[in-house]
């Protein structure tokens, strides 16, 4: 007998965290629309989070099915990776360091589903005590993974590149290890030292890390550098990865928010 589907009371719940920016004089907690309606396409409820106090990460993660991490013009503040800021005129989102990092580790601890993007991706390795490329462009035998500078987002979204996929982790369960296909590149930092406990999930002609996993982590995670939610309903890449990532958070849910049987 098949089950019922998914109603928005029964959804699995999954945690965005916000970005701060100040809009003229005024602070504010912003989430790029994308980022939801992708958490849609997986088949779940977005619920899109402000800054959080130490003390209250544990109280949302107990109504989590599952945390996407989204992309932002912002970079990870280097303090967090042993180094000094490179480029003093990139933004910068310290307030978001100071709970997400934490976020990550509490999250993957309790087996939660986590899918990182861009920024969320950076922020995972680092949370886990990798190290960032500033500056991937300046690199010796990297490439520019910007786009071009003042370039409309049909153009800077658009295929960069191929990425190929590695064996052994969840994109070659969904596409075959050694399989090609095209990404977007909006990324001027990049993973440089990966995290121990990671396992790579592509890589770019150049040999950057483009995506990994956390092959510790009892639950499902998946983190990418290029742009997924972006035109994701047409593009299947992306809802399979969406939809992997959906079906883990309902399997939390189903796992941690069973029926509790009723007493005669």
């Not at 087996?111 to 922020?123: A, D, M, V």
């Amino acid at each position: 007998m098949s089950l019922p589907p998914d109603t928005p009371a029964t959804k699995p719940v999954v945690l965005v965290p916000a970005c701060n920016r100040v809009l003229g004089e005024h602070p504010f907690h912003i989430a790029g629309k994308k980022y939801v309606d992708a958490v849609r396409l997986a088949g779940a409820l977005p619920l899109v989070v402000p800054a959080a106090e130490a003390a209250e990460i544990d109280t949302l993660l107990d109504m989590a099915d599952g945390v996407l991490l989204t992309g932002s013009p912002s970079n990870v503040h280097p303090s967090h990776f042993g180094e000094e800021v490179y480029n003093p005129a990139l933004p910068l989102d310290p307030l978001r360091d100071g709970w997400t990092l934490p976020l990550i580790r509490r999250a993957l601890a309790r087996g939660i589903p986590l899918f990182g993007i861009c920024r969320g991706t950076q922020e995972t390795n680092v949370a886990l005590g990798g190290s960032l490329h500033q500056a991937v462009h300046e690199v010796d035998g990297h490439d520019d993974h910007r786009p071009r500078e003042g370039a409309p987002a049909a153009e800077a979204y658009g295929a960069a590149h191929p990425v190929t996929v590695q064996p052994g982790g969840h994109l070659a369960g969904l596409f075959g290890a050694g399989a090609q296909f095209s990404v977007n590149s909006v990324h001027g930092q990049a993973v440089n030292r990966l995290a121990e406990g990671l396992r790579v999930e592509a890589r770019a002609p150049d040999g950057l890390v483009e995506a990994f996993s956390v092959a510790s982590a009892p639950g499902f995670s998946l983190c990418v550098q290029w742009h997924p939610e972006w035109l994701a309903a047409d593009n299947p890449q992306s809802m399979a990865m969406l939809g992997a990532f959906g079906q883990a958070c309902r399997a939390y849910r189903d796992r941690h928010r069973a029926p509790q049987p009723t007493r005669a």
